[in-house]
């Protein structure tokens, strides 16, 4: 190993040792992706509209990332009002996402899904391995180094998949955090791509004036990601017709 | 009414694609199928659950159908 190599390195590793004291609230927003589609626009206009109108709301809506020590958690701010909330749909769209709690001590992450009950379903901070790529780019005034990772995914027209999602982190902030259960790199992720959704930083409060309390979710049935996704339906263009119209 | 005769429409078409013995293979290669299967993917991937999928690709299959189906139609699957 070269001392260039080296001095990179320490460089990446440093902050992750020296998170271990801090307490604060990261604001994250969406930027949703552009509808794209192979067929023509005039035949797909009104639904187009649809979706961009989903996408003013979902884009409008803040996320807190609050940490306390080792653990954080990451939802919905359905408190902040941003103006929309009055709007068709806003209810659906707030509870499209799920929350997530993460703790680096025990090396667990926690999603809690609220659908016809409260499910917490179970992972470890670990099952995510990130690639570092040599890739850069200005947050703000955070010089961000790019890194991809590999990981499962599930929706009932595609079933378990896999797919790639794509972080930029800033080493000189030092926490292992980031939106939804991405996390463990060396600085806080500021932008991150998972399917239709980027993640960006909006505001960070390092040293919170306000009560902030991170609770570990309780309540619900404990269930695997596999598990999870084994209950979940399965939809193809061969049963279509189960599940419109109903 | 509007939604009923958009349902009634959704359930003759489906009926008639497998009432004259249409294989599996010639519903997956309909259209109108293929953009309503391809609307509910799209809600899904942003992380509505399958009833509102559902809801959304059967608008999408009566408009792709001809009938008349406007934005605020999809909004009420919301």
Redesign the interface.
């Known amino acids: 190993m070269n001392l260039k190599t080296l001095y990179f390195l320490l460089f990446l590793i440093l902050p992750i040792l020296s998170f271990s004291q801090t307490k604060g609230r990261i604001v994250y927003r969406i930027a949703?992706e552009q509808?794209v589609?192979d067929?023509e626009e005039s035949?797909?206009k009104?639904?187009v509209?649809?979706?961009n109108?989903?996408s003013e709301i979902?884009d409008s809506i803040p996320f807190n990332l609050d940490f306390d020590k080792q653990e954080s958690v990451f939802y919905v701010d359905t408190e902040t009002n941003v103006g929309l909330s009055d709007k068709?749909?806003y209810?659906?769209?707030i509870k499209?996402?799920n929350s997530y709690y993460r703790n680096e001590d025990a090396k667990t992450v926690i999603e809690k899904i609220i659908?016809e009950r409260t499910y917490l379903v179970e992972s470890k901070t670990t099952d995510i391995i990130w690639n570092i790529t040599n890739e850069q780019k200005m947050i703000g005034n955070y010089t961000c180094i790019k890194a991809t990772t590999n990981v499962s995914g599930y929706?009932?027209?595609?079933g378990v998949f896999n797919k790639t999602v794509e972080a930029w982190f800033a080493p000189s902030i030092a926490l292992p955090l980031g939106p939804k259960n991405y996390g463990g790199l060396p600085g806080l992720i500021m932008e991150l791509t998972d399917?239709?959704f980027t993640y960006y930083v909006n505001s960070m409060n390092l040293e919170p004036d306000f009560d902030l309390e991170v609770k570990k979710p309780t309540r619900g049935k404990t269930i695997s990601r596999e598990d999870y996704y084994e209950m979940q339906?399965r939809?193809s263009?061969?049963n279509?017709?189960e599940?419109?119209?109903? | 009414m509007k939604n009923s005769l958009i349902l009634m429409a959704t359930f003759l078409f489906l009926g008639s694609t497998t009432s004259k013995g249409a294989s599996v293979d010639v519903v997956a290669l309909d259209p109108c199928v293929e953009s309503a299967f391809d609307a509910m993917e799209e809600m899904l991937d942003f992380g509505f659950t399958p009833e509102q999928a559902g809801c959304v690709g059967n608008l999408r299959l009566a408009d792709c159908l001809g009938y008349e189906v406007i934005a605020g139609d999809y909004k009420g699957c919301l």
Do not use: C, H
């Not at chain 1, 599940?243 to 109903?246: T, V």
């Open positions: 949703s509808p589609s067929e035949k797909r009104e639904f509209e649809f979706l109108y989903m979902r068709q749909g209810d659906a769209i499209s996402f659908a929706t009932a027209t595609r399917m239709k339906p939809i263009r061969e279509l017709k599940f419109i119209g109903g």
